[in-house]
């Protein structure tokens, strides 16, 4: 076997293996050392002695300081490491850095669904709103009933949605946290995939009353051009008699909505409509090599298209938080940056956590010794454009804030790509090293496996094979440019394997506020 490492850059004392099944201890590295363990895939390999107390550095950074003095050739992994500490949210440069500026790109479209509030949807989907927990069960119900009965009347139409969640009563409805759940919910019904159309399915006793949740003047003007006003269905009003007379109710109110969905149809529309979502979930240690690069690559294509591109995860860019400030475009933007990571912090303070808690065994397994690691990684994902804006969870965009976007969320993937969805997310990425299943009802989500072993096996879940990077197959930017195209494609409604497979993630909402 060719023994194969990978080394991110030359100051770096570590590479990860990267032959399938890791190397054997005994293996000489084509000029380095010998490997005195066996070392799994992914996982870091010493290219020189170490003394206890040095930096051990990955992607010229320091992840960790060694316990004790490791030797050339051995296995370094997360017990022979002291994580750094995380760096002061004072004294960072700030919009320091200005990236050369790179031509627009011009001439590229998609096939996409205009609204009336001028975004554009990627899908066609109706989505039913819901105010509480209480009535998930009614609606699931009323959900089939529609697929079965009313979906095939409407062959424009591509779904129908449930937007529902574990929030809405049995909490602190006036604490100050809880305005994020509470956007949160109200922007996601206004998604682009939803073509405008709002409908909501409420209990009628809950603290989350739909009124709160979308006030007069949230919602887009209907195509009569006059306020379209609130379609409720409140399941306790004296007019429903039983069971049945609530599921017509909702099907009746669905008929409504999917007669305009069903007017809709595809059209030529800029690149620059996209509003893509990135990130990574079940990550190893080739995430940073292959897939989030590429993801990196087809980003600055996306933003020097006029497109919107999101990144996020809180914990998985701390560690990352100068190249954040000296890459914003204005001190404004940087300010914002520490002012988001701040406020996450002091949150994970009160839980008595802090950002090492992020790492799963999983991710632990894949060769990613500590957080320090994992983020010099995932920062990756975000390309090399200046950070133009900065959002807060559950926010919503603005048509005018495009370009590279730092929204600020938690790294949870299902919090995250709910967090998305609210600020206005029409297509997702999503890398992944260890594997997920991982999907969203109200957005197409591009799957990329970061090695080609797990793109082989999962042949019917990964939509795209970055691990060709590592074998040596494609560069980062043929990766980065077959994503992009792939990005346009689904946007027009090439679906994806989850799309084929319909697997999708539970909307899990991001709620600091207590719960009572």
Known sequence: MQPLTLRMDERDNVAIVANDGGLPAGTALPGGPVLLDKVPQGHKVALQAIPAGAPVLRYGVAIGFAKQAIEAGRWVHEKLLEMPAARALEGLPMATVTPAPQPPLEGFTFEGYRNPDGSVGTRNLLAITTTVQCVAGVVAHALQRIRDELLPQYPNVDGVVA?????????????????????????????????????????????????????????????????????????????????????????????????????????????????????????????GVTANPAVGFAAD????????????????????????????????????????????????????????????????????????????????????????????????????????VFAATPASDFICGTLQLAAGMNLHVFTTGRGTPYGLAACPVVKVA??????????????LNAGQVADGAKSIEEMGWALFRLLLDVASGRRTWAEQHRLHNALVLFNPAPVT
């Not at 970061?450 to 939509?463: E, I, K, Y």
Request: hydrophobic content about 40%.
């Open 163 to 287: 937007l529902d969640h574990a929030y809405g009563c049995g909490v602190a409805i006036d604490a100050p946290d809880a305005a994020i759940p509470i956007r949160t919910l109200r922007h996601i019904s206004l998604n682009p995939n939803f073509g405008g159309e709002v409908m909501v399915v409420s209990l009628g006793c809950e603290k989350l009353q739909p009124e709160r949740m979308l006030p007069p003047g949230t919602i887009a003007i209907a195509e009569a051009g006059e306020d379209a006003g609130l379609d409720v269905v409140r399941l306790q009003d004296e007019a429903h008699v039983g069971f049945g007379s609530m599921i017509d109710s909702i099907l009746r109110q669905a008929r409504v909505h999917l007669e305009r969905l069903n007017r809709r149809r595809r059209e030529t529309v800029p690149a620059s409509e996209l509003v893509v979502g990135v990130q990574c979930g079940g990550s190893d240690a080739f995430s």
């Open 301 to 404: 294509l996306l933003v020097r298209a006029g497109a919107t591109i999101m990144f996020s995860e809180n914990t998985e860019v701390r560690d990352a938080v100068e190249q954040l400030t000296s890459r914003a475009a204005t001190p404004e933007v940087a300010e914002a940056i520490v002012r988001e990571l701040g406020w996450y912090d002091r949150y994970l303070e009160r839980g008595r956590v802090d950002r090492s808690a992020n790492t799963t065994p999983g991710n632990k397994a894949g060769g990613l010794s500590n957080i320090v690691e994992k983020a010099m990684g995932s920062i990756v994902k975000s390309g090399r454009m200046p950070i133009a804006h900065v959002l807060p969870p559950g926010e919503k965009l603005r048509r005018d804030q495009r370009g590279l």
């Open 450 to 463: 970061t090695r080609s072993d797990l793109a082989r096996r999962w042949h019917d879940l990964m939509d």
